[in-house]
């Protein structure tokens, strides 16, 4: 069924041109090899008031990774409100989050539709628990706040094949974007927040020339020949909180301490955001 | 093809007010109801709310019809005196039954550019069905549309064009006045100059509101002298009003 | 007015009765000799400042960021590739020669039947305003009557403007020889063409379509002025990437510049694209550059809507002015609006303004000679716009 509120392409099936022969020239020719150290992440751009008639908004651009044909993330954020809730709605005695996380159809290799598909409403839902954990909730009962991301740039290699499965692995560093993005949002907006939070990820990654797996900090796919696992992490600095763990991957169940590595790590990325973040609001507020 | 416009009022029993108008191979029944009660997001707390819905004689409408009813609904609210009906809702069905075919045209079922010459059809049909309503009103309106139409060289201004004609059309204007003379719409596409514009605008006007003879009745005398084609629309909209009250009031 | 205790600071007043207040500024009262200006401090006719930035988006095929005050709009161009099999009501045109000559045959013509492009929904067009770009347009609802309405006009205009040409959107295969399947190619495929039998000529196998997606990042009011500038800026950035038909994977294949070329497919202007291996690609061809330029009436009485004795009564208070590029505030306020799309580009830029649409409704105030008028400073805009474009 075709969407009548939209203007619908040609009735049939339209494909994107496919690449000379599959995968094996992309692999050869795209892996780079992590260009910073392991425990860096890249350099990120952010400001906020982008959206002059919301009440909060903030545009995060991440650096690409220098070679060109890979893109960077790039996010904006709106935020409106604290507004009453709708009459229809049961009493809250406390704020209510609606976060909504859209990829633009431009965003990624494949153009994505106009409705949300199930990986954008995971996105919303993580990124709604990652902000519950900051917002002082109690102070705006019945009232709520429309959190929207739009991902204008998904972070993704145009030239990798499809074959590694690394949309997965893109869905995190999207989501740690979205949380630092949103954090500055909220506090462009004046809504209370016990501290900012921001978003990192660490993986496990394993590289050909390597013995054993090695951690590193905001990662790219198309850097590392494969990622093991990857947790994403939204961190309160000055509380030292976690308020949303987003762990995926495959792991030995014995070795416990490579998830708290891992989780260590993720935080460490997370802070290393989160000094972007205070000095981008320190430069609105000075 | 007809282009003597055909109208009748009153078709419905139900509605309020209704008209079907017939032109250029288009047929239109429209419907009003109103006024009535807004809904609370419809409401507004100075004016009538205008409610314009744009049926598609096959399928469910698109985002044409979107604009289509943007299009009539702006032009609407600007003849019905909204001040009058503080918080209600005027409603306007307009349902499309009919579209010129052509075995020459390729005819597509959905497509989302705004279809110009169903636009004066649409403006009429609503208007008609107003007055049948007898929603009050500012003033009424008389729509046309005038193609230009390049042939060997010369240009020439095709009124009531044929999908043959938009075809070839280089541009398509559709134009509406009020019954003060006053250019209520103005919808124009193609390639044209200023120049162009100003002689489209003059055939339109002369299409629109010739003078109204003062004299009643169905006897209208239509000049078949008159080079540019097309008919009067004033005059054919108050003997079409006048045609329907004298057959109310043939009792008396 | 209350008394001069309570007076209240200049946004507020301008939030409780906007009409009253933008009013005064347009219009001073005789003792204060302030020059008339609007409440965002531009004169009557002035428009916003256009900024435009181009290849910005990786994944498309053109983009373009337009920002023009506090509306900032992004517009991504992505080709996809539709084979003639997928297509429920093709009709094939035998060969590419007669083809072209029937294009030429149409264009002389000069209609507006668009043919192929209108047919088979090459070029899909789509407004994206639910992102929060101002409070009244919030996600999880379906595209509001004003995203249809723009995504309509946008889709009309790219057609009866003729922005893009159907012929490069075309894909070939000449069954014998794989040969290039470029727009760029023609020439010599016709002459190959020649040498055979008509049956193996290049066949059409496939469309490009272009799926032209805009979101709103901002919107203070103008959408549709801004939108139409980042579609021009972001197809005239659009640069397909070259392919070759492939009938056993009957898919589109890219070609990179390290592949030996083929014989034909040398006259392609590729474009020394980004990284090792590089895609060919080639430049969009884009016709003419319409820019489209929005204004607003004020009139002095709120809403034309008068009463039955006020219309009967002279024309007492019934001011107007006509706000160029309005802004949010303003729109609200304004009733009659009128979008004029021109195109100087004709002749060198020395020849006749062509107009390629006029819209104008919802009120009475704008007759003939305003209209008129109006032409010259659509064409004062055009300039701005192009300047902004290069």
Redesign the interface.
Same mark, same amino acid.
Do not use: F
């Given at each position: 069924m075709s969407d009548r509120r939209r203007i619908n392409g040609p009735v049939g099936a339209t494909i994107p041109p496919v690449s000379e022969d599959g995968a094996s020239r992309e692999v050869a020719g795209s892996r780079g090899g992590r260009s910073r150290p392991p425990n860096a992440i890249r350099k990120m751009y952010l400001k906020t008031g982008v959206t002059p008639s919301a009440s909060g908004s903030a545009y995060l651009e991440i650096e690409t990774s220098g070679r060109s044909g890979v893109s960077g993330l790039k996010l904006s954020c709106t935020v409106h409100g604290p507004r009453s809730l709708p009459r229809s709605s049961p009493f809250s005695p406390h704020i209510i989050l609606s976060t909504h996380v859209k990829y633009a159809p431009f965003a990624t290799r494949q153009r994505r539709g106009y409705l949300r598909d199930p990986s954008e409403r995971d996105l919303g839902t993580h990124l709604e628990a990652a902000l519950r954990g900051a917002i002082i909730a109690d102070r705006w009962p019945k009232s709520g706040v429309d959190i929207i991301v739009s991902i204008i740039e998904g972070d993704q290699d145009r030239e990798t094949s499809k074959t590694q499965g690394d949309e997965s692995w893109d869905l995190m560093n999207a989501l740690s974007g979205c949380i630092t993005v949103a954090s500055a949002a909220l506090a462009d907006a004046g809504i209370d927040c016990v501290d900012t939070v921001a978003g990192g990820v660490a993986a496990l990654v394993s590289d050909k020339g390597d013995a054993s797996p090695s951690i590193v900090i905001d990662p790219i796919p198309s850097e590392h020949d494969r990622i093991l696992a990857a947790c994403c992490i939204a961190y309160l600095p000055t509380r030292d909180e976690v308020t949303n763990l987003w762990f995926k991957g495959d792991l030995p169940a014995s070795d416990t301490e490579l998830y708290t590595k891992l989780v260590e790590k993720g935080i460490q990325a997370s802070a290393k955001a989160n000094r972007v973040l205070v000095e981008c609001l320190g430069e609105t507020v000075g | 093809m007809t282009v003597i416009p055909e109208a009748t009022l009153s078709v419905l029993p139900r509605a309020d007010g209704s008209a079907r108008y017939a032109h250029a191979g288009y047929t239109v029944t429209a419907s009003v109801n109103g006024p009535i009660e807004a809904q609370r997001r419809d409401e507004h707390a100075f004016e009538a709310h205008v409610d314009v819905v744009v049926r598609p004689a096959a399928g469910t409408g698109g985002t044409r019809e979107r604009h289509l009813e943007s299009i009539i609904e702006s032009s609407l609210t600007q003849l019905i005196l909204v001040k009058n009906f503080p918080r209600q809702l005027i409603q306007i069905v307009l349902q499309i039954e009919t579209t010129p075919d052509n075995d020459y045209v390729n005819t597509k079922l959905v497509q989302a550019s705004l279809n110009f010459p169903i636009v004066p059809s649409l403006l009429q049909a609503a208007v008609l069905a107003l007055i049948s309503a007898a929603v009050p009103m500012r003033a009424t309106a008389t729509a046309s549309v005038v193609a230009v139409v390049s042939q060997e060289g010369t240009k020439r201004l095709v009124v009531d064009p044929s999908p043959r004609d938009l075809e070839q059309a280089q541009s398509v204007h559709v134009l509406a006045f009020t019954s003060h003379d006053e250019l209520l719409l103005a919808e124009s596409e193609g390639d044209f100059t200023v120049k162009e514009w100003d002689g489209v605008y003059e055939a339109a006007l002369k299409i629109c509101c010739r003078p109204t003879s003062t004299k009643a009745g169905i006897d209208v005398m239509l000049d078949d002298s008159e080079d540019a084609a097309g008919s009067d629309m004033r005059q054919f909209l108050r003997s079409t009003v006048e045609a329907k009250v004298a057959a109310d009031l043939y009792w008396k | 007015m209350a008394a001069p205790s309570l007076s209240f600071s200049r946004p507020v007043f301008a939030k409780l009765s906007p009409h009253p207040y933008l009013l005064r500024t347009l219009a001073p009262q005789p003792p204060s000799d302030a020059a008339a200006s609007r409440t965002n401090g531009r004169a009557p006719q002035e428009a916003r400042p256009v900024h435009i930035h181009t290849s910005s988006? =990786?994944? /498309?095929h053109g =983009?373009a960021l337009v920002r023009t005050g +506090?509306t900032?709009v992004?517009c991504?161009?992505?080709? #996809?590739? $539709?084979?003639v /099999?997928?297509?429920?009501q093709y009709r094939p045109q035998a060969t590419q020669q007669q083809q072209d000559d029937g294009d030429e045959r149409a264009d002389e013509?000069?209609? %507006?039947?668009r043919g192929e492009l209108? +047919?088979?929904? %090459?070029l899909?067009?789509?407004i *994206?305003l639910a992102?929060?770009?101002?409070?009244q347009f919030?996600?999880?609802v379906?595209?509001t009557?004003l995203a249809?309405?723009l995504?309509?006009?946008v889709?009309?205009?790219l057609? @009866?403007?003729r922005v893009v040409d159907p012929k490069s959107l075309r894909i070939w295969y000449t069954p014998p020889t794989e040969v290039g399947n470029n727009m760029d190619t023609e020439e010599q495929q016709r002459q190959q063409e020649e040498a055979d039998d008509g049956d193996d000529g290049p066949q059409l196998v496939a469309y490009w379509?272009l799926?032209i +997606?805009l979101?709103f990042? @901002? $919107? +203070?009011g103008n959408p549709f002025d801004a939108a139409w500038a980042a579609v021009m800026a972001a197809l005239r950035d659009t640069k397909l990437?070259a392919?070759r038909w492939d009938p056993d994977?009957q898919? /589109?294949? $890219?070609?990179?510049n390290s592949?030996p070329t083929t014989t034909t497919a040398t006259a392609a202007a590729a474009v020394p694209g980004?990284?090792?291996?590089?895609i060919k690609t080639t430049p969009l061809p884009v016709a003419g550059l319409p820019v489209a330029c929005t204004a607003a009436v004020f009139p002095e009485k709120k809403?034309?809507? *008068?009463?039955?004795a006020a219309?009967a009564a002279a024309t007492v208070g019934n001011r107007h002015w006509i706000l160029l590029d309005p802004d &949010?505030s303003e729109e609200t306020l304004c009733?009659e609006t009128i979008t004029m799309v021109v195109d100087c580009s004709s002749g060198g830029g020395g020849g006749?303004?062509?107009?390629?649409?006029? #819209?104008?409704?919802?009120?009475?105030v704008?007759? &003939?000679e305003l209209?008129?008028g109006f /032409?010259g400073v659509a064409e004062k805009r055009w300039k701005e716009v192009r300047d902004a474009m290069q």
């Open positions: - | - | 988006l =990786s994944h /498309a =983009s +506090d900032t992004i991504g161009v992505r080709g #996809e590739v $539709l084979p /099999a997928n297509i429920p013509r000069g209609g %507006l039947g209108k +047919d088979y929904d %090459l899909v067009p789509n *994206e992102t929060g770009c101002a409070p919030l996600p999880g379906p595209p009557t249809q309405t995504s309509t006009r889709y009309s205009l057609h @009866s403007c379509v799926y +997606d979101l990042v @901002s $919107l +203070d990437p392919v994977r898919a /589109a294949v $890219l070609q990179n592949q980004q990284g090792k291996n590089s809403h034309g809507g *008068e009463s039955m219309s &949010r009733g006749e303004t062509r107009i390629k649409s006029i #819209e104008k409704q919802g009120g009475v704008l007759g &003939r209209i008129r /032409a």
